[in-house]
């Protein structure tokens, strides 16, 4: 059955009739016919007590194309001059499990294929040069390293050692490449969309109530005041009065002591913020043109990151939209008119005393 065109012939014959029942035959040569594919299962199920030699040689195959372990006496075996790179460790077990069967009489050849002598294949190599099945060439054939040069299967067994060192080099050499790139990646991403992560990991933690009630009875202050010297008569007069005589809360005010003696306002800042759960900014004309009660905004802005209900804006002045700074602006205020804006009086049944009040307890 050479050069019989049995790929085409046989590709319609889903039923695998065309040997079937033929149980004694023991020598089948489908050499030269074009087979590529994989034969199906029961292509050889009459023959599969029988059949002792069976040559593929001068086909299309990539791998050994059937199940070799479903034979129980087949002894020889010719694969040569086909198109596979290397024997799988599945298809190796194979054909030892048939070694075993044959009582050691087991031949096969390989001779013609275009294998290669790449780091997948190396336990395949080694194969080669310590198994007992008969092979052609004595397992020294003609191979491709992984860089084009051509080599022999016995070459490599020979430096084997320094071959899988080799692999187990660029191996690693790959993945810590690749992980260095990952982790590249992250930090770039990271950098580039820092307030959206801060904002996402603000937002998971601060879903959870059991974690904002745990975190706001440990905070010492309840709110952190930012105001330039020319209010310090209103922060000190009506609201201080206001929220911690009439309403008990803690208040954070770095003019009053409330910070460590000698330390620098700007790390007095960043240290203070922290420690409270809110922050009043008392914007006033005198504030949106200073820089440091810019800067004073920026950081408490950036500290209650997606928690606009820990940010109090109270507009003690009548400021037009164009001079409030940008962070600032996205903030829901609380407007003062001119009575709130009295440094002696204070009459918390008025509006706005009442909408400060609601706007701390949230």
Not at 53 to 76: A, H, M, Q, V, W
Not at 276 to 284: A, F
Request: aromatic residues 12%; charged residues 25%; proline residues 2%.
């Amino acid at each position: 059955m050479q050069s019989s065109s049995l790929s085409i012939g046989l590709k319609d014959d889903h039923h695998s009739q065309f040997l079937q029942g033929l149980k004694r035959l023991q020598y089948i040569d489908f050499s030269r016919n074009a087979f590529e594919d994989r034969f199906r299962i029961s292509t050889f199920k009459s023959q599969l007590d029988s059949l002792q030699s069976l040559i593929l040689e001068g086909n299309l195959f990539t791998s050994i194309p059937l199940c070799l372990e479903d034979f129980n006496i087949l002894r020889f075996l010719n694969i040569r001059n086909n198109k596979i790179a290397y024997l799988t460790t599945e298809e190796i077990d194979a054909i030892e499990v048939l070694f075993e069967k044959s009582n050691r009489t087991m031949t096969v050849l390989l001779e013609g294929n275009p294998l290669v002598c790449t780091c997948a294949s190396l336990d395949f190599v080694e194969w080669l040069f310590t198994t007992k099945v008969k092979l052609d060439s004595n397992g020294s054939y003609s191979c491709v390293e992984k860089d084009g040069n051509i080599t022999t299967t016995n070459f490599v067994y020979n430096h084997l050692r320094i071959m899988r060192i080799r692999c187990i080099t660029t191996v690693w050499l790959i993945f810590s490449a690749t992980l260095f790139g990952v982790l590249l990646l992250f930090i770039l991403v990271g950098y580039r969309y820092k307030m959206h992560l801060q904002y996402f990991c603000l937002f998971i933690g601060m879903a959870n109530p059991l974690f904002r009630k745990s975190k706001e009875e440990a905070l010492e202050y309840d709110a952190y005041i930012a105001y330039c010297d020319g209010d310090y008569k209103w922060v000190y007069g009506p609201l201080r009065l206001f929220l911690e005589e009439r309403r008990n809360y803690k208040l954070l005010l770095l003019d009053r002591g409330d910070v460590l003696a000698g330390e620098h306002r700007l790390f007095a800042l960043n240290n203070s913020i922290p420690k409270c759960k809110k922050i009043i900014l008392v914007i006033s004309k005198e504030f949106v043109n200073n820089d440091w009660a810019y800067y004073e905004a920026t950081v408490g802005i950036e500290h209650f990151l997606g928690l606009q209900a820990r940010i109090i804006v109270i507009n003690l002045e009548n400021i037009t939209k164009t001079e409030i700074p940008q962070c600032v602006l996205q903030m829901m205020s609380l407007d003062a008119n001119d009575h709130i804006r009295k440094t002696d009086t204070l009459n918390e049944n008025n509006i706005f005393w009442k909408c400060l009040d609601q706007a701390m307890q949230r």
